[in-house]
Structure formats: structure tokens, C-alpha cells
């Protein structure tokens, strides 16, 4: 008897080309609801982290009786005040379970030391990262290396404490002052809750900012080659708005975020001048050219929030709230939200 073998099976070559056709066509439908998810995860991270720190100030107040300034500004040892600006952040690290990194600062110091290098005076604590200071959405990674006498990598920080609108010009003229500006947390403040007249609901206290990145202390040709999510221009002259639409000089003298330590505006405060991730305006930094030690050198922003969240910026209020601010809020509701006692009334509308 004859026996027959059995007959193969198999695809064709046209066949392969439409299965790896449908498998394509179905990971590209698929990974970007990975991504989504992902990021979905990271603003998530991202909210919570602004939540401990506002909950940190509220437990700051609590115990001090008011709200932690935006940069400390004491005259230590005669030193001009701009010599302190020990941050909110490091302030308000002992609320945040920072015990160590707390104690890695000396606070009966200035920030910078009075004599050359002008180095940071605590630089176990500069070195440290803390997860509760970075956005998960952004890159996470040191922006300033080998600088103020510190060997290696300084920690920096995504956020940043509200000043006020930017339109205030305080004890020195200049837009973006940190001196008695209107919002809650500005240099040298004492606000208690009782103060937040405009209701805490409506005031906002944390928001968040990106890392910069680019060139340091490097003039442009023109303003097309500024990034202004990433970077920031310093005028060498008063900030305002002609100055700061004019400069060409690009991340003078460190980039955005470098330190979490300090409270000046590059680091750990911003304003409501510009709307969120303001994409014609980069942000505009410069130090006060006068010569009164208190306020003499310090720095003034025109800063705003930013981040890689799709069409908004995470802003804690000071009712304890967390709310997602889009990017194209009415500015008088932006600015509005920035004030402490302006006595707006505010349309919940982000």
C-alpha cells in the first residue's frame, strides 16, 4: 500500500507582509496610549508632589505662625541681603521629612559665603536630590555642575513659590520685583493665612517650572534661536518690557533650576506676568543695579510656570487644592489668581 505524506502547510510570502502590516499598524495604535498613560502617571507624581509641598507650608505656618518667605533676605555679619537667599524649599525641608538635609544647612549662615569663592554654604545638602523637588515629567538631571565652590553635580528643583503678578515693582521700581510683591511668598515675607484676603481658594501658591537648558552666559544673534520654555534672557538692565523683548543674552549666569537652596527666581519662585508656558516670552531675569544692602543685586523675574504636561502647568492653591491651569486662561484670571489681598473676584476657569 502507498502511503502519501502529509502536505505542508505554511504562509505565503504575500500573506507574511499583511500579518507584520496588521501587527505594525496595531502597535503604532497602541503606544501612544502607552504614552498617554505614562504621562497621565507622571502629572499625577507631579501633583502630588506640589500637594506635600503646599501641605509643608501650611505646617510651616502652623508652627511659626506664618508662611515661609520666598528667599530668607537677612543682613548676616553686614553682608547685603542678597547673600541669604536660603528658599522656601530648603525651608521648608524639616515639614518634608528632610530631617538630614535640614541639618546639612546651617541657617545662622547666609546662603553664599561673604568672602571669594562666594560659595554655597552647605554643600552636602546642594548636592542632594530630592525626590519631592522634580516633575517626573521632566529630564530629572543636574542643569549646574562644579559651580559656587561645590565639587560636582547640584540637586535642582522643578518648582517654584508664587510671588505675585509680576506688575508689582516693590521697594526698587523694577517689574518682577520679589520685594513687597502681592502674591503670598515673596523675599523677606511673613504672611499668615489670615492675610490671603482674596480667599485661599483663590490664591496660588506652588507651581511648577522646566529645567534649563542650552548655552550659559551666551549673547544670541537673533531671538529665533531662543527656546523660551527651556531658556531665559537677562537684559543687564532694568526688567521690563522693552528691555526684556530686546535681550539677546541667554541664561546668565546659570541655567533655570540649577539649586532648589535658593529662592531667587531662577530657582525656586516665579510670577504671573507671562501666561502659563508662555511660548513668545522667555523668561526675563536680571539683578537690581542699586545700592541699598538690602535690596541691592537682587534678583528680578519676569517668570513664569512651565512644564511638559500637555497644555497646562500643576499649581497648588492655598486652600490645600491642586488644580490642572491650562495654558490658555484668561490672563486677568491668571494674574487675579497671583494676589494674596487684590480683591478680584475669580471665576474657577483654568
Known amino acids: 500500500m ?69 528667599y530668607r533676605a537677612q543682613s548676616i555679619g553686614g553682608a547685603p541681603a542678597y547673600f541669604d537667599l536660603w528658599g522656601t524649599l530648603a525651608l521648608l525641608t524639616p515639614y518634608l521629612e528632610q530631617t538630614n538635609v535640614y541639618n546639612a544647612i546651617d541657617l545662622k549662615l547666609t546662603m553664599y559665603q561673604l568672602a571669594p569663592p562666594y560659595g554655597i554654604q552647605a554643600p552636602v545638602a546642594v548636592k542632594t536630590f530630592v525626590p519631592t523637588f522634580m516633575c517626573p515629567s521632566d529630564s530629572g538631571v543636574a542643569v549646574a555642575s562644579n559651580v559656587y ?16 503678578t509680576g506688575t508689582t515693582r516693590g521697594k526698587t521700581g523694577w517689574l518682577g520685583s520679589p520685594w513687597d510683591a502681592d502674591g503670598v511668598f515673596f523675599a ?23 529645567l534649563g537648558e542650552g548655552p550659559e ?36 549666569s546659570q541655567r533655570r533650576g540649577y539649586t532648589w537652596v535658593a529662592g531667587e527666581p531662577r530657582c525656586s519662585s516665579y510670577n504671573h506676568y507671562y501666561p502659563p508656558n508662555d511660548r513668545s516670552h522667555p523668561d526675563c531675569v536680571a539683578n537690581f543695579s542699586g545700592t541699598d544692602p538690602l535690596t541691592r543685586s537682587s534678583g528680578h523675574g519676569l517668570s513664569t510656570a512651565r512644564s511638559n504636561h500637555t497644555g497646562g502647568v500643576m499649581t497648588w492653591f492655598c486652600d490645600g487644592s491642586t488644580h490642572f491651569v491650562s495654558d490658555s486662561i484668561d490672563m486677568v484670571v ?13 471665576q474657577h476657569d483654568f
Not at 505524506?5 to 500579518?19: C, G, I, M
Not at 565652590?149 to 505675585?164: T, V
Not at 523677606?188 to 522646566?210: M, P, Y
Not at 537673533?222 to 526688567?239: C, D, F, H, K, L
Open 188 to 210: 523677606s515675607g511673613k504672611v499668615r493665612i489670615t492675610d490671603i484676603k482674596d480667599g485661599t481658594s483663590n490664591t496660588a501658591g506652588v507651581s511648577e517650572r522646566l
Open 334 to 346: 491668571w494674574r487675579s489668581l497671583a494676589t494674596r489681598s487684590g480683591g478680584e473676584v475669580v
Open 217 to 252: 552666559s551666551t549673547t544670541f544673534a537673533s531671538r529665533a534661536e531662543i527656546r523660551p520654555q527651556r531658556m531665559y534672557v537677562n537684559p543687564g538692565a532694568e526688567t521690563n518690557d522693552a528691555n526684556c523683548d530686546a535681550s539677546l543674552r541667554v541664561n546668565y
Open 2 to 70: 502507498r502511503m502519501h505524506s502529509a502536505r505542508r502547510v505554511a504562509f505565503t510570502l504575500v500573506e507574511l507582509l499583511v500579518v507584520i502590516a496588521i501587527i505594525g499598524i496595531l502597535v503604532g495604535l497602541l503606544l501612544p496610549a502607552v504614552q498617554a498613560a505614562r504621562e497621565a502617571a507622571r502629572t499625577m507624581q507631579c501633583s502630588n508632589n506640589i500637594r506635600q509641598l503646599g501641605l509643608a507650608a501650611h505646617n510651616h505656618e502652623s508652627a511659626l505662625k506664618v508662611l515661609p518667605p520666598a
Open 149 to 164: 565652590a561645590i565639587d560636582g553635580d547640584l540637586a535642582p528643583s522643578n518648582y517654584a513659590f508664587c510671588l505675585g
